[in-house]
């Protein structure tokens, strides 16, 4: 039975201060939503869960994936995914060859490669749109681009570091459906760090606070 992403007894402290003390399950299909002033340790918690947080922070606790302990493997073993506000694509490649760069490779064989590409922009809202050149498109584009880049990766969680905090309310609205549409279809648990009290409020998961709010 897959458990989603849990969060055990896990306490990241800088020196002699405490920084972020959470224990927490999201279930797959659930967005949880991590709020909190700045500076509280959001990023340095998204940090703790990929499995890249490193010197000056120590972490105790466990990361639990899918009833599978993996605090102690690296990032690249975790199968976890992070979507950024300013997730960049590579400006030499085209907008299919940056998709087809997040596919796992696990998917063989070029045709069957580039039909998951074309797949993905069609679900992204992005349908014939494999040979643009990124610095053509808009930020929302770029960002649904970013998603289904790290979707296709076949993640077994997804983290999202305020990834719609450039957006405008509207297009932030529709992109959050998107996101979270997307991460429900394939049974995801998801990790929001988020500002806005909407965004938490959209995701309909659990919503935790860090830091002095
Ligand atoms: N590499 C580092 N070395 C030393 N201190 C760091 C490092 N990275 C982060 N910090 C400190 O750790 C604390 C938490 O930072 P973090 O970026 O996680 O906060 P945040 O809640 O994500 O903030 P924001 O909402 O502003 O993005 C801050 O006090 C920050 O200055």
Do not use: C, Y
């Amino acid at each position: 039975m897959d458990e989603g992403l849990r969060l055990e007894g896990l306490r990241i402290a800088q020196g002699q201060r405490p920084l972020v003390a959470l224990d927490l399950a999201v279930a797959p299909g659930t967005v949880a939503s991590v709020m909190g002033p700045s500076g509280a340790g959001k990023s340095t918690l998204l940090a703790a869960v990929m499995g890249t947080l490193g010197a000056p922070f120590d972490l105790r606790g466990r990361v639990v994936l899918g009833g599978r302990d993996v605090t102690a493997l690296p990032p690249e073993r975790r199968g976890i995914g992070i979507l950024f506000q300013d997730d960049l694509l590579f400006p030499h490649l085209s907008l299919g060859e940056n998709l087809a760069f997040g596919l796992s490779r696990r998917l063989r064989g070029r045709a069957a490669r580039q039909a998951a590409v074309e797949d993905a922009l069609e679900e992204a809202g992005l349908g014939g749109m494999a040979g643009r050149d990124p610095a053509t498109l808009s930020g929302g584009e770029r960002l649904r681009a970013a998603l289904m880049r790290t979707l296709l990766a076949e993640p077994r969680a997804l983290l999202l570091d305020e990834p719609f905090a450039s957006l405008d309310q509207d297009r932030r609205a529709r992109m959050r459906r998107l996101v979270f549409d997307r991460a429900r279809a394939r049974g995801l648990p998801v990790l929001m760090v988020t500002h806005d009290p909407a965004d938490a409020e959209a995701a309909g998961g659990p919503v935790v606070r860090i830091g002095d709010d």
